[in-house]
């Protein structure tokens, strides 16, 4: 017996940061990987994957989306932007993330706000104006008078610095747990 | 991008650059084969890859709209000549719906909102104002902040009031002049109180948002995000008309586009296109010429000063009501002309200080002026008759708020006007700015939208059309997805549609949903499935019909179409005149997605023609309230038809 529909739905709506973010790791465009995501999910609900469990689901529901992800990248008539081998390789890591809880993904999140909070007001700043406001490096840019090239280096390094205080976070609650 | 040799500390944030680019698409050929040789070579720059490629999305749909409003703070701080992007955009809907304000956050992309607040009390969605949502707690902090703010104010103002006007403007002028720490009584408590406001940023409200018609904005970051609003806030507008209300009473419609700063709360600063301030007499302080004089040197130097006569700074000229009706318009040049409808205004250049005397008139009712630099500085003149004849492109009204639709049971509104969507009280991101055409849609398939036309049902009319030239649709789908939970619609034994549409030829879908439930679950509703003009439902494929020939399909005439669906029971009204009645199961099951313009997901019986508006109600409209519908949209798309308004929220 697969699993109902409507559950189906649910699974899918409850992955969708983890797909998405895949999506958008293979399509390299946000907008697109809003397009493939909504690809998928119509093609979810029109086959009804006939799956016994959820774990099922989501290696169903991530072989969907490299397969929308990389039709629309050829659609776009552009070559793959990552090897299919490194997508092989890839795979693992996303399986990591789909074999997460959702209380560990919840407590990710926490982290990650956190972590928002202890980066500096610039850092947090990029970070919103081009994640959360969809704003091109160019225009970031443009408006703070910066190269394009200090803005992508600037974001990287509120990357890194966003890193290295979940990965101490997590080290202090693997300490605290034990 | 210079590649830092694997094992520096450096290459952390080198790769991390390269996958910060490959998800702009912002990698080039060189860097492409970078990435992937990294990610081939080293597992750990895989694990980082996926962590930054979850991370972007937890930011841009989750973490960063919490720290938005306070970035915006800090930044400006940093830069205060840059123009910090706001919070998300939250959009008024329109004067359409009245009274009855509802907020829409309008966002581009996967980017998460604040919830918005409707006034029918919503059961899901926490209100923008609650302590819930991510910027309630504050608003809630400032709002207080701003009671006692006004209560000190108030007990200032008796002070102000019997320390004559010229003490506070010296004062602070003084004190503009000399940076320094603030005197005694009310100027040092004004200093004091600046010095502490500056330090907190914490900014009074000043006015609130009373009306938006088609706003359109030049920059995004400029968007109002709620309705009350601070002092130095500042608007951009690239079309439209918004409304400004006072705390004082005093209003101000701003024209697109146009770029306003409310710098106080009697005033602002017009930096480019067209106002029209209407101030009550009586608003103001009276004050002498001497101390008008100070006044301006002190706006000249400090904008924000607060002042009592409602002032509209420009980069020419100061416009001081003198109780009155003004229309104000700065071009590109910053030149101002200064028109007067009613009452009295003085226009006085702002410049040199030693031409402050000859550079200010006082304007009477139908008289104008233009401020305008040359050589010299400033110059004031008056204006021609023909000049004058500018003055009727001002706008001095809001156009009439047409009747609110009844929001409770309101499941589902399509509004193309104001781009906004509406699911259960909340708003939900379906139509967003994107691109040259300004649009962007979800869709059943890919490769064919249907169009979004700016003028599908006229001037300022749009609507969605569909050609069927392949199978499309519309669907909601995604709606649910990115609103966290699965929105069923849960129609079950009562609900009501409307539509306005255009319609040519038969069988041609509304909308339809095909999720299959505990009980009959797909539904369709559409036009000439069992016969010509016919408006039919089916409820698990049994279709109904309904009186023939009352819908035009001609794929010209707009009209509304409707239904009423209470316990098995059908009603059918094109443009409110009933057509028909049909009786079908005593309740369906019809759980997301729908689809619009198309019958099922595989693309049958497409719609050929447009709709301009869709609503859907979990509940059986009374007449009173289909009435109120009714009268709503024959009053927007100008349709006739046998609707009688009734009082009800109009």
């Known amino acids: ?178 | 991008m210079n590649k830092p040799p694997a094992n520096a500390p450096e290459h952390d944030e080198f790769f991390a650059e390269l996958v910060v680019r490959h998800l702009a698409g912002d990698l080039d050929d060189a860097g492409r084969e970078q990435l992937n040789a990294l990610l081939e070579k080293y597992p750990e720059k895989r694990r980082a890859f996926v962590e930054i490629c979850f991370r972007a999305r937890l930011i841009a749909a989750k973490v960063g709209v919490e720290f938005a409003g306070e970035a915006e703070k800090e930044f400006s701080e940093v830069m205060p000549d840059i123009t910090p992007p706001s919070m998300p955009p939250i959009v008024q809907t329109s004067p359409q719906i009245g009274e009855k304000l509802v907020w829409n956050i309008d966002l581009p992309g996967e980017k998460p909102r604040p919830k918005v607040v409707i006034e029918t009390s919503p059961p899901r969605p926490i209100p923008w104002y609650s302590v819930n949502s991510p910027i309630g707690l504050r608003l809630i902090a400032h709002s207080i902040s701003a009671i006692l703010l006004l209560i000190g104010l108030g007990i200032a103002s008796v002070v102000y009031v019997n320390h004559n006007y010229e003490i506070a403007g010296q004062a602070a002028t003084s004190e503009e002049d000399s940076g320094g720490g603030g005197g005694g009584g009310f100027s040092g408590a004004l200093a004091t109180a600046e010095k502490a406001k500056a330090k907190k940023e914490e900014t009074p409200f000043v006015g609130h948002i009373s009306g938006m018609v088609d706003c359109r904005w030049a920059d995004p970051a400029l968007k109002p995000i709620a309705p009350p609003i601070r002092q130095g806030t500042k608007f951009a507008l690239e079309s439209g008309l918004m409304e400004i209300t006072y705390t004082t009473g005093a209003k101000v419609i701003l024209q697109g586009p146009c770029t306003y700063e409310v710098e106080s709360p009697s005033g602002g600063y017009l930096a480019l296109g067209k106002l029209t301030a209407k101030v009550a007499s009586g608003q103001g302080l009276a004050t002498s010429a001497k101390s008008q004089a100070n006044l301006k040197s002190a706006i000249s130097k400090s904008p924000n000063l607060q002042i009592s006569k409602f002032t509209v700074r420009t980069p020419t000229a100061l416009i001081i009501d003198l109780g009155t009706e003004f229309g104000v318009e700065v071009d590109e040049s910053g030149a101002t002309a200064s028109y007067v409808f009613n009452g009295m205004v003085k226009i006085a250049t702002l410049g040199n200080e030693s031409q402050v005397k000859e550079n200010e008139l006082i304007l009477r009712a139908s008289q104008s002026a233009r401020a305008e630099r040359d050589e010299g500085g400033v110059r004031l003149r008056l204006l021609t008759d023909s000049e004058e004849k500018l003055a009727a492109q001002f706008v001095r009204r809001m156009p009439k708020a047409l009747p609110a639709v009844p929001l409770a049971g309101l499941a589902l509104w399509l509004d193309l006007s104001p781009r906004q969507m509406i699911l259960d009280g909340r708003e939900v991101r379906w139509v967003v700015d994107r691109g040259p055409e300004g649009r962007r849609l979800y869709t059943h398939y890919i490769e064919a939208r249907p169009q979004y036309d700016a003028a599908a049902f006229g001037r300022d009319l749009p609507g969605l059309r569909f050609t069927n030239t392949g199978k499309r649709g519309l669907s909601n789908l995604q709606l649910m997805a990115v609103e966290g939970e699965p929105e069923p619609l849960n129609l079950t034994d009562r609900f009501h549609f409307f539509a306005v549409a255009k319609v040519t030829g038969q069988k041609q879908t509304i909308l339809s949903s095909n999720m299959q439930g505990p009980g009959p679950g797909a539904i369709a509703w559409g036009v000439g499935f069992r016969g010509p003009g016919t408006l039919d439902f089916h409820d698990n494929h049994n279709w109904l019909g309904s009186e023939p020939n009352r819908v035009a399909s001609d794929g010209d005439t707009a009209q509304i179409l409707e239904t009423r669906f209470e316990r098995g029971r059908y009603e059918f009204f094109v443009n409110g005149v009933s057509a028909g009645t049909a009786q079908g199961a005593a309740s369906i099951e019809v759980l997301a997605p729908f689809y619009f313009g198309i019958h099922g997901m595989m693309g049958d019986d497409p719609l050929v023609g447009a709709l301009g508006e869709v609503l859907i109600y979990r509940t059986a409209l009374s007449n009173d309230d289909r009435n109120v519908v009714g009268a709503y949209l024959q009053t927007k798309f100008g349709l006739s038809g046998e609707y009688r308004p009734t009082d009800k929220g109009g």
């Open chain 1, 1 to 178: 017996m697969g699993l109902e529909p409507a559950k189906i739905v649910q699974e899918l709506i409850a992955e969708r940061d983890r797909l998405f973010s895949y999506i958008w790791a293979i399509v390299g465009d946000i907008h697109l990987a809003e397009d493939v995501f909504q690809e998928v999910s119509l093609l979810v609900v029109e086959k009804n994957p006939n799956v016994d469990d959820v774990s099922q689901l989501r290696v169903w529901f991530r072989r969907a989306a490299r397969l929308k992800a990389l039709e629309a990248v050829r659609r776009k008539k552009r070559g793959p932007l990552l090897n299919e081998s490194v997508l092989d390789k890839l795979e693992e890591c996303w399986s990591d993330y789909d074999a997460a809880p959702d209380s560990e993904l919840n407590e990710l999140l926490d982290m990650l706000r956190d972590c928002m909070r202890l980066l500096t007001p610039y850092s947090r700043r990029l970070l919103v104006m081009h994640y959360t406001h969809g704003l091109r490096s160019s225009e970031i840019a443009r408006r703070l008078k910066l190269k394009v090239e200090t803005v992508y280096q600037a974001i990287a390094r509120a990357h890194r610095s966003l890193s290295e205080c979940i990965k101490a976070k997590l080290a202090a609650k693997e300490r605290a747990d034990e």
